[in-house]
Each structure stands twice: as structure tokens, then as C-alpha cells.
């Protein structure tokens, strides 16, 4: 029996990096496919509406139940920045599922004992259905002889990515907390790189993202946001990060759950994100989901309302949650639509490429071919 077969009529078609006006689309399957012999089974009416590449969203922490919220709201692959070996099975086993959104993981992350997040496991315990015993007991590193043993068993226990942590506290006003430093931060890079693994710093200010610049980091999963605009260390790290060629996770809808529209620190990581991207440091939507705020899928619809506050165009703050994540996590099958990608697809009412607010208006969504049903959808 032949797959099944839906051609998508007369559709405006963001591919992930341009706007074509009028196009036909083709599901074959799992696949997008080109023009055929055979006719559909399917006809989808797509005048007035905007088909879009499934959004990624680049930072997220997964828990049950967030991957079917994420693709409710049109989010087909999230790439979860922590998460516990067996929490992380369980995830994985349910993303092979065609009714929840794909995943990938950086399994435990690197921190120092006692650094962050383990106050933040222990408070989430039960949020996460580990044993309230279990979550002060992840593996953490403070010795950069330990780097190569640290990144040999997150790549036994199947992590895509290595995220180190470089934070030491003070961005959010508490005490001192224990952080991975520069010789250790190299050391942690160095080491998954010989073994083929990126790297994704998390930084809260802007002396942990220089830190994590000197040790190499492919990308930054926040932008800092502790130096108000104008201030010379933004330069100078815009620049770096530029001259480095990494990629930032932008996050501003997590900053600004935290501490709200109006104060400074969301102001500053506007700023940030918007002198990166005059710089040409390429920005992926991430939103650091959660089981609180910012909810899964929801989120990155807000995530990109202010990517385009920040001086992003409606086109590229699209770019930065569909092919933009998809090139720098090596995921080619997807974030793009062309014959032979995977059929990732959200269809919405209206024109994301002139007004982002019309990524809310979803009105059908594709996970590998399968349409999901309005009642999943809610």
C-alpha cells in the first residue's frame, strides 16, 4: 500500500530562508516530495494561508507531557538543554510517537557540585517524577582532568550536545555559587569536540560569556543581560562572538517570565539580541520552556514577537526557528521545505513573513506526513 499522499494548493511558502508568493506543496508519506504522476489523496486549500518549515525551538527542558503541548502549537522538534538519564529515555521513547513533537538532548550537563541548576532539580523533584533523592545526584566536574571521562559517559548515555554551565550566581542576586571556570570550561570543549559533540554555554552575564569565548563554545544558550545598553563590554563581546562565528540562543521570553516586561534586564537582553544580530551572529529562537514559565510550544510564538521587537525582520526571526537551529545542530532532514526533507510542516492562517503574531493562527500542522488532529491540537 502507498503511503498516502496531500498536496497543499495555492499557498504563500516560507522555506526556511525566502518567501515564495504562490506554490504548490506535496506530502508523500513522511517526505516532502516534488511534482508527481500520481495524484493526491489529499487536497488542502492553501489561498491566504502560509505554509511554514515545523518550528524548532532550541532551548527547552523536557518533562511529560510537553512534547504533545509543543506540537500543539506547531513546535515539531525541541532541543532540550538538560535532562536526566532516566527521564531523558522515557522522553526519547515517546518522541519515536508522530503525536508529540521530535527531540534532542544535552542529557546531564556540565556544572560544578553545588553550581546551577541543583537548587532548581530540587524544587522541580517532583515536577519531574525522579526520586527527590535522585536529582542531587547527577554527575558534575570540577577538575578539567576529569573532562574526558565526564563527555565519554554523556556520549554512552546518547546526548546530541554538551551544555556547560557558567553561572556564578550573581545574575540573579543570591549568594556565590560554585561555576565552572575557563581552564575547565576549554578543557570540557576540547574534549567533546574530539569526540564530535557541539558545545552550548549557558551564560547569565557578561563575564560568563567571555569565559565561555575563551574556551571556545559554539554557541551561547542566552544572551547576557547584565549590562545596560551603550555599556563597552557589549561591544566588545558582540564582536567576539561575531569574530568567532558562534550562535546564540536568544531566550528573551525566558527572561523576561522571570522578571517582566518593563524591568532593566529584559531592556538589556533586547539590546544584546539586537546588537548581535547587526553583527551577523546568527540567533536561534530558544525559550528555556519549562514546567512554569515559559509554557511549551505557547512560548516561542512570544519568543518571536520580540526577535522582531529586537530589530529582527518577520522572515528572519522565521529563520531563526526553523532552518537557522536545524544548520547549527546539524539536523539536515529539517527547519527547510524542499523534496525529500521530512514532511515537518505548520500551516497558518494569514502572513508570519509581514506580521509574526499569524504563527498563532495555526490551522493545520504536519509531524513526518501525519496531520495532527484538531482535537490535539486543543
Not at 32 to 61: C, E, F, K, M, W
Not at 128 to 149: C, H, K, L, S, Y
Not at 350 to 363: C, K, L, M, S, V
Request: with cysteine.
Amino acid at each position: 500500500m502507498r503511503p498516502l499522499r496531500t498536496l497543499i494548493r495555492d499557498v504563500r511558502v516560507f522555506d526556511g530562508f525566502r518567501t515564495i508568493p504562490r506554490a504548490d506543496v506535496l506530502i508523500d508519506g513522511d517526505r516532502i516530495s516534488g511534482p508527481g504522476s500520481v495524484g493526491p489523496d489529499v487536497l488542502v486549500d492553501g489561498a491566504g494561508r502560509t505554509l511554514l518549515p515545523g518550528l524548532i525551538d532550541a532551548h527547552t527542558h523536557t518533562f511529560d507531557g510537553s512534547l504533545a503541548h509543543a506540537l500543539a502549537y506547531g513546535v515539531t522538534t525541541e532541543l532540550d538543554m538538560f535532562c536526566l538519564p532516566s527521564n531523558l529515555a522515557r522522553q526519547r521513547k515517546l518522541a519515536e510517537r508522530d503525536d508529540v513533537a521530535d527531540l534532542r538532548s544535552a542529557g546531564v550537563l556540565a556544572t560544578a557540585p553545588g553550581g546551577h541548576p541543583t537548587a532548581v532539580m530540587t524544587a522541580m523533584a517532583a515536577t519531574m517524577d525522579e526520586p527527590n533523592d535522585a536529582v542531587g545526584r547527577f554527575d558534575t566536574i570540577e577538575d578539567p582532568e576529569q573532562a574526558e571521562e565526564f563527555v565519554a559517559a554523556r556520549l554512552a548515555e546518547g546526548s546530541d550536545y554538551l551544555k556547560i554551565v557558567i553561572d556564578d550566581g550573581s545574575s540573579s542576586g543570591t549568594s556565590p555559587i560554585p561555576t565552572i571556570g575557563r581552564e575547565l570550561a576549554t578543557a570540557l570543549v576540547d574534549a567533546a569536540r574530539a569526540v564530535g559533540l557541539r558545545t552550548v554555554a549557558h551564560v547569565a552575564t557578561a563575564g560568563d560569556t567571555a569565559i565561555a569565548l575563551d574556551a571556545g563554545v559554539d554557541g551561547l544558550a542566552h544572551v547576557w543581560s547584565d549590562k545596560v545598553p551603550g555599556h563597552p563590554d557589549n561591544a566588545e563581546l558582540v564582536h567576539r562572538a561575531a569574530t568567532q562565528g558562534v550562535f546564540v540562543i536568544s531566550t528573551l521570553v525566558y527572561i523576561e517570565s522571570l522578571v517582566g516586561a518593563d524591568n532593566q534586564r529584559s531592556t538589556n537582553a533586547a539590546y544584546v539580541a539586537k546588537a548581535l544580530h547587526r553583527a551577523g551572529v546568527p540567533l536561534l529562537a530558544g525559550t528555556d520552556a519549562n514546567p512554569y514559565a515559559p509554557l511549551h510550544g505557547e512560548g516561542l510564538h512570544r519568543e518571536l514577537e520580540l526577535l522582531t521587537r529586537a530589530g529582527l525582520t518577520p522572515p528572519q526571526a522565521l529563520t531563526a526557528t526553523t532552518s537557522a537551529p536545524a544548520r547549527h545542530f546539524g539536523l539536515p532532514d529539517r527547519g527547510r521545505i524542499a523534496p525529500g526533507l521530512r514532511a515537518d510542516l505548520v500551516l497558518v492562517e494569514g502572513d508570519p513573513t509581514q506580521d509574526i503574531t499569524a504563527t498563532r493562527e495555526i490551522a493545520a500542522i504536519w509531524r513526518r506526513g501525519e496531520r495532527l488532529s484538531r482535537t490535539s491540537m486543543g
